[in-house]
């Protein structure tokens, strides 16, 4: 089933991206998880959304913007870095 798919993402330092220094490599190893990525990657595309400015926005050793949220599910929410992404948090059941 797509829903249950995870796409792991490993960008070890060094490797060059797109970044506001793009002649600067990357300080540090960064690791990402997409969950049903398929399906959040043909979202991405039907609103513009490239794949190495999104990866670039939520990876990394970037503080996120935390925010208060009384969801019934007791997650928590954040919002990317720059202000683009938000972020839901995830726990196993």
């Known amino acids: 089933m797509e829903c249950s798919k995870i ?3 490993l960008f070890p330092a060094g ?3 797109i ?3 793009p002649n600067k490599p990357l300080p540090y190893d ?4 997409a969950y049903a990525p398929r399906i959040f990657s ?4 039907a609103f513009g959304v490239s794949k190495q400015p999104f990866l670039h926005s939520i990876c990394g050793k970037f503080n996120f913007i935390e925010f208060m949220s009384n969801a019934k599910s007791g997650q928590f929410f954040f919002y990317s870095h ?3 992404y938000m972020i839901k ?3 196993y059941e």
């Not at 960064?30 to 998880?33: I, M, T």
């Not at 043909?42 to 595309?45: P, W």
């Open 89 to 91: 948090t995830q726990t």
């Open 30 to 33: 960064y690791k990402f998880k």
């Open 19 to 21: 970044t506001a220094q």
């Open 82 to 84: 720059d202000g683009q």
């Open 15 to 17: 490797q060059h991206c």
């Open 42 to 45: 043909k979202i991405r595309q």
């Open 7 to 9: 796409q792991k993402f």
